[in-house]
């Protein structure tokens, strides 16, 4: 089983900002959500913080890319959304990153697409079904945001709920906060 590194700080911003806390987190839960199109899976999930708003929830949480009490190559986190109104599937990358998923033993790798989109076509991977399937899941004002944001990492779309990889955030509280943040700005951009 994977240390707990940092949980502690972890769990005191939690309290702080009244989230639930979960150092060993139900995996079960995390499992659901995958297979993965862009993201490979982790071999656990530590230190979930849950912030639960109605109709959905966000869930922050540090993805464990090490066997057993290996510590990992680097550390990251995945921010997950749950959302009724959440209805296409889609996932988009911009840039290489260690998460990346690079085998497809279980299924297929998605199509890759493109929205004719020049700036978002120019900088990002896009996979889905269709070409509109995909537009449907990254609306123009879901791509703006992510544009001015300068975006780097991975964004997975389906019906009802997000998985975002924000490259460059790292298990520490302040980051917890940054994703939990554009967790909620993706959802409510996503939305129709």
Not at 45 to 52: I, V
Not at 138 to 151: E, M, T, V
Not at 169 to 175: A, G, I, S, V
Not at 185 to 192: C, D, F, G, T
Request: net charge neutral.
């Amino acid at each position: 089983m994977p240390p707990s590194l940092g949980s502690e700080l972890i769990a005191a911003w939690a309290a702080r900002r009244g989230l639930a806390f979960t150092s060993r987190p139900d995996e079960a839960w995390f499992r659901r959500w995958e297979p993965y199109d862009t993201i490979a899976p982790p071999s656990a999930y530590l230190s979930a913080c849950t912030w639960t708003a109605n109709p959905g929830h966000a869930v922050i949480a540090e993805p464990w890319y090490a066997d057993g009490e290996a510590e990992p190559i680097e550390r990251s986190l995945l921010g997950f959304a749950t959302h009724p109104a959440l209805q296409h599937r889609a996932a988009m990358r911009v840039g290489e990153h260690f998460l990346t998923r690079v085998a497809f033993i279980e299924s297929p790798p998605p199509a890759r697409v493109v929205l004719d989109d020049a700036l978002w076509d120019a900088h990002v991977t896009t996979f889905a079904a269709s070409r509109r399937e995909a537009a449907a899941a990254f609306p123009p004002r879901l791509r703006k945001l992510l544009a001015r944001r300068g975006f780097q990492g991975h964004i997975e779309l389906r019906p009802g709920g997000l998985v975002v990889h924000c490259a460059g955030l790292r298990p520490t509280p302040e980051h917890y906060d940054r994703l939990l943040g554009i967790v909620r700005e993706l959802v409510n951009a996503a939305l129709p």
